[in-house]
């Protein structure tokens, strides 16, 4: 089992900036994925970026040059930095940790999400 525990969220102005972490704990695989999703009302979730072991990134195209998603293995703990925030971004933000055997996706698992609201 792993646990995921965000923290971050709140409520900014149109233009501004907030740091969402995420820390994860449990039984993790030396192959995983860690990333954020997100949901706003009445929307299907979808994600906005995601870090591989070897720090490879993917981004939603609505967040490229926006957002930046880091991770410290240390820690295994992973960050989204948001700047330049638009009031579309406003949604409930999950973290999600995927456990890889070589290139297959063994589990995944999901924080309980954090709230983003972003004010015009």
């Known amino acids: 089992q792993v646990q995921l525990v965000e923290s971050g969220g709140g409520l900014v102005q149109a233009g501004g900036s907030l740091r969402l972490s995420c820390a994860a704990s449990g039984s993790i695989f030396s192959i995983n994925a860690m990333g954020w999703y997100r949901q706003a009302p009445g929307k299907q979730r979808e994600l906005v970026a995601t870090?591989?072991?070897?720090?490879?990134?993917n981004y939603a195209d609505s967040v490229k040059g926006r957002f930046t998603i880091s991770r410290d293995n240390a820690k295994n703990t992973v960050y989204l930095q948001m700047n330049s925030l638009k009031p579309e971004d406003t949604a409930v933000y999950y973290c999600?940790?995927?456990?890889?055997?070589?290139?297959?996706?063994?589990?995944?698992?999901w924080g309980q999400g954090t709230q983003v609201t972003v004010s015009s």
């Open positions: 870090i591989r072991t070897g720090d490879t990134t």
């Open positions: 999600t940790l995927k456990n890889y055997l070589y290139e297959y996706l063994v589990h995944d698992y």
